[in-house]
């Protein structure tokens, strides 16, 4: 990992950020945004993704994010909510989804008393600086602020490089979990 001088920023995300949090969020989740957006197009991923970021109670809101800052420049960012409040923050996609796909369901990837680290990005130039640390560092603080016993994520079994900064910084294997029938780990990290 490359040390750098500039200090690390990590703030919580404002509604003009929109734009930057459905970025990072399509470079996270791939093309899961399909299955939130209801649409195959990039260009309309992004201003879905965008639209949801804007809103006060929704999974990929503004309030739910905290981004990476280096040199005053975006760099990376974090998605995290309380999984026993996902009824609620799905709500938006369900009424999205109603208007191109009816019949979609949104899956559940969260349980109980927990906050769940939905998504995690740090843009290509910026990787190899620590950053992903951080971001998780803070979503763990946040955990503990909101008094959550523990933080869970899942991880992309084809991305041993990502689960294992995930183990270094606490978190054990939990179980297998298919999502659009492709394998993940769920994670757990215990406060």
Not at 17 to 28: G, K
Not at 133 to 141: C, F, N, T, W
Request: one cysteine or more; hydrophobic letters at 40%.
């Amino acid at each position: 990992m490359t040390q750098r001088s500039e200090p690390v920023v990590i703030r919580p995300a404002v509604p003009a950020d929109s734009m930057e949090i459905a970025r990072l969020v399509l470079l996270a989740i791939e093309d899961l945004a399909e299955l939130y957006t209801g649409t195959t197009e990039e260009q309309s991923i992004l201003h879905v993704l965008s639209d949801y970021a804007q809103m006060e109670v929704c999974r990929f809101s503004y309030r739910n994010v905290l981004l990476a800052e280096l040199d005053g420049q975006v760099a990376g960012g974090v998605l995290s909510y309380p999984a026993d409040q996902l009824d609620a923050l799905d709500a938006p996609l369900y009424a999205h989804l109603q208007k191109t796909q009816p019949a979609a369901k949104v899956p559940v990837e969260c349980e109980g008393r927990e906050l769940y680290l939905d998504s995690l990005a740090v843009y290509p130039h910026y990787r190899g600086h620590g950053l992903g640390g951080h971001l998780v560092r803070s979503v763990l603080e946040r955990a503990q602020d909101l008094d959550y016993p523990r933080v869970s994520l899942l991880v992309d079994r084809e991305k041993p490089r990502v689960r294992a900064m995930y183990e270094r910084l606490g978190f054990v294997p939990q179980r297998t979990y298919s999502l659009q029938g492709h394998p993940y780990d769920r994670m757990v990290h215990v406060l």
